[in-house]
């Protein structure tokens, strides 16, 4: 459960999710932000992060996402969350990230809000 | 009426220096967390703020790192006790700056935010520190927070 992968799973239009399992720690931050700039460099400027298989996250990994969140601002763009924990929305909830981000309950809620309607 | 006194559950560890240590902290806090029914959400809490100390301690220590877990069974409010122990040159918990999510997306250093997570996620934080000894004690009871 703690080991850490991550997935682009979907990319439609200007939004890419990105489905990350295990400890989000430095290694795990580092993997996600240079994935992001991949995605938000190929015109994916709304990023979905799906933490459902996500249970533990340090601030070390926190502080990678707060590059993602800082480079999606930069090009106008979402950065979105998606099927936290408790405990991991609770984290987010003391840092403020709600302000700055979006966060869903699920992936389907979502996609729902983030695609533009056909 | 008799009154049952059960015994708290203790775990004592010291932490290698490797990548990941801090999750064996995190296991121990579950292991000791579930023997008292302990809820899962709020154990989660627990291991969030566990993390972070032993992060600092591993980060800024010298020398070993010692976590010792108690559980309380106590039927009515069971809690949890953690202390993580270094040796390092110590630090003034007061000068640590709350972070402000604002001031981190324009700095340079996003990092910091560990202090404030482990007392915003735990009920009691206790900080003792002075060159060769930092010892930080947290408590979380059921129901906290």
């Known amino acids: 459960m703690e080991t850490f992968e991550l997935k682009v799973t979907d990319q439609q239009g200007n939004v890419a999710v990105l489905e990350i399992a295990g400890y989000i720690n430095n290694e795990g931050g580092e993997v996600i932000a240079k994935e992001a700039r991949k995605l938000i460099d190929a015109g994916r400027h709304t990023l979905l992060l799906d933490l459902r298989a996500t249970r533990i996250i340090n601030s070390i990994g926190i502080s990678l996402l707060l590059e993602v969140l800082e480079h999606t601002l930069e090009v106008k763009g979402t950065l979105a969350f998606c099927s936290l924990t408790p405990s991991i929305a609770k984290t987010f909830q003391i840092m403020g990230l709600a302000q700055y981000t979006r966060i869903f309950p699920d992936r389907v809620t979502a996609l729902t809000e983030l695609l533009p309607s056909q | ?145």
Not at chain 2, 40 to 54: F, G, Q, Y
Not at chain 2, 65 to 75: C, G, Q
Not at chain 2, 116 to 133: A, F, K, N, W
């Open chain 2, 1 to 145: 009426m008799a009154m049952i006194m059960v015994e708290p559950v203790r775990v004592r560890l010291v932490l290698p220096r490797t990548p990941r240590a801090e999750l064996l902290a995190t296991r121990a806090v579950e292991e000791a967390g579930h023997r008292i029914a302990f809820p899962r959400d709020t154990l989660a809490e627990v291991k969030l703020a566990v993390v972070e100390a032993c992060l600092n301690a591993i980060e800024y220590g010298t020398g070993e790192v010692e976590v010792e877990v108690i559980a309380h069974a106590d039927d009515a409010h069971p809690w949890m006790e953690v202390a993580v122990v270094d040796h390092g040159p110590g630090f003034d918990p007061s000068g640590v700056a709350k972070p402000v999510l604002s001031d981190k997306l324009r700095s340079t250093r996003k990092r910091g935010w560990g202090l404030e997570l482990i007392r915003r996620l735990m009920d009691e934080v206790q900080i003792t520190s002075e060159p060769g000894l930092t010892r930080v004690r947290m408590i979380r009871r059921r129901g906290g927070r």
